[in-house]
């Protein structure tokens, strides 16, 4: 018999029929149900995520979901800090909330690891099909103790994954997720399969329960939006590539004759494309807005965990670096609300540039949306406006503390009921006004026994050199450093706001490099430079 690897090879394969190939389909859901072979769980702050059939099993997931409950029932008082509740009882009485995205077995993964909660005596509700923001918002709305959503975000349908959540409804920290890690990897060679058995859990509408929770926070004017709905000029493309924030917007909206919705079907292999946020996966909402003869037009694409967007107004992309800068202007300048934006090292500076002139704090984080916590929680003392990052994950004030496409469309159409202009007449304002930035992301392989420290210590030691005053060659000019950011690799930030970003990776022996320069001719230029230091060092 193939391997489960070599079988998702053959679903995979550009062509292949879902209907008349059914019994590859069922051959990897048999496997997935039944298989006793244990794999390597590694839990980081986006979850574990594993291949269906050959590492995400039942059998594993049961593990896992063990591994998560004698957390709870081992935790000191430090660890039950960081979940946000004070003992095991509580967790019994508040409840966990489970549910999953549109991926093969969802529901009996969900079953799995709720029956370890179950036979402990927790309260367990299930939301069935529910986007990753969703969760947060359920966490808060029920005021449950944690949440564990079944996805794997944005990667390809032979994956599933299991994300963990702790009472604040935002990403586990690695002060959780590396106990998670040890407890799984410590049971999973031993354990005792038990069989799936139904679990008594309480339904509940987590759609409803969301679009409550948006119109309770307030951050979204939706009288603003029902006007721009109302005055029959505008055309709204909403495309879900069959993820779970199908049904959504319509419903949120209160179901606009203005939307079209696109791959809303069941379809867990994702009609056989990446199902991500995409310039290539965009085209279906480009067909649509590029024959609107509205004045209005929106088109957007998330992935199927409803964590990520991108956007296209009928005359051109615009990606999370632009439309971060795009909303935090609004909120500041426009809505004139008080607060900071937050952005990981690796996003556009273009905000950067914006808040500087405007007067407006910035808050720069390592790569991964767990480090706005900080900004997005109840809490805070210095509140985000936006907070946001260039892998097109959004959020922002008073939302939830997991990146929200949904969030990101309401904001874009309330944008543009407000100021009578499309996206793109936004951005073209704010280029106007404070010069524009020209983005590359690229990369290079290195000698593979660098990967690990060696790798990092090399990235850490281009700060010796590149320290505020320093001259860096930039094709046949110089450029001055104004400021170095050592995040999350080095960042250097020269005198005319163009900057480079160099990074290991911390498993391929790989360096990425993020640039941005003033014009679009020192693109390659600023690459090489940022070679050239790392192999300087």
């Known amino acids: 018999m193939d391997s489960i690897t070599q079988i998702w090879k053959q679903i995979q394969a550009p062509g292949f029929d879902p209907v008349a190939g059914k019994a590859l389909i069922d ?11 244990p794999a390597k769980v590694s839990f980081g702050t986006s979850g574990w995520r594993g291949e269906i059939g050959s590492e995400f099993t039942l059998r594993n997931l049961q593990v896992v979901g063990a591994a998560i409950v004698r957390l709870y029932k081992e935790a000191d008082a430090k660890t039950f800090e960081a979940l946000g509740i004070k003992s095991f009882d509580e967790l019994k009485t508040k409840g966990l909330v489970i549910g999953h995205d549109n991926r093969l077995l969802g529901h009996e993964f969900c079953q799995i690891v709720a029956g370890q909660f179950a036979k402990e005596g927790v309260k367990i509700f299930y939301g069935g099909e ?25 990667n390809p349908s032979h994956y599933n994954g299991i994300k963990f959540n702790p009472a604040d409804g935002g990403p586990a920290g690695p002060e959780i997720t590396n106990i998670i890690t040890a407890l799984s990897n410590e049971m999973i060679a031993d354990w005792k399969f038990e069989p799936l058995t139904e679990v008594k859990w309480e339904l509940i509408d987590s759609l409803k329960i969301y679009t409550e929770f948006l119109h309770k926070q307030g951050t979204i004017k939706f009288d603003e939006i029902k006007k721009l709905i109302n005055s029959g000029d505008l055309t709204l493309v909403c495309d879900y590539v069959h993820g779970s924030t199908r049904r959504r917007p319509a419903a949120t909206l209160e179901n606009p004759a203005c939307l079209t919705s696109l791959r809303t079907e069941d379809d867990p292999l994702f009609g056989g494309v990446a199902p991500e946020p995409s310039s290539k996966n965009l085209e279906g909402v480009r067909n649509v807005l590029d024959k609107a003869t509205t004045k209005f037009r929106l088109g957007c694409i998330m992935d199927p965990d409803g964590d990520r967007i991108r956007f296209y107004d009928g005359t051109r992309e615009i990606d999370m670096n632009s439309f971060g800068a795009i909303a ?15 952005k990981s090292v690796a996003t556009s500076n273009f905000v950067n540039i914006i808040a500087e002139k405007l007067g407006a704090p910035i808050m720069e984080t390592a790569v991964g949306f767990k480090n706005f916590r ?10 985000a406006l936006i907070a946001f990052e260039e892998s097109d994950g959004i959020s922002g004030l008073n939302n939830t503390l997991e990146k929200d496409a949904q969030f990101g469309l309401l904001l874009a159409l309330e944008i543009m009921a407000t100021t009578g202009k499309n996206l793109g007449e936004y951005l073209d304002g704010l280029y106007k006004d404070f010069g ?14 660098l990967v690990g420290a060696p790798l990092k210590a090399k990235v850490d ?15 046949d000019a110089e450029k001055e450093v104004k400021s170095l950011l050592t995040l999350d ?13 160099i990074r290991p990776s911390g498993t391929e022996p790989k360096v990425r490099i993020y640039t941005e320069c003033r014009a679009e001719s020192e693109k390659d230029a600023m690459f090489e430079a940022a070679k050239a230091l790392f192999f300087k060092e």
Request: glycine fraction near 6%.
């Open 130 to 154: 529910m986007s990753t923001p969703e969760f947060s918002a359920v966490v808060e709305m029920l005021g449950a103790a944690c949440s564990i959503n079944m996805t794997p975000s944005h």
């Open 328 to 342: 935090f202007h609004y909120m500041y300048a426009v809505r004139k609300e008080n607060g900071c934006v937050a």
């Open 461 to 475: 030691a281009i700060a010796k050199i590149g320290v505020p005053g320093a001259k860096v060659k930039i094709g």
């Open 374 to 383: 900080p900004y997005l929680s109840r809490n805070a003392s210095q509140k």
């Open 489 to 501: 690799g080095v960042k250097l930030i020269f005198t005319d706001d163009s900057w480079m970003l």
């Open 27 to 37: 051959q990897v859901k048999n496997v997935a149900m039944t298989s006793e072979a």
């Open 436 to 449: 524009r930035l020209y983005p590359t992301r690229s990369g290079f392989e290195v000698d593979k026994s």
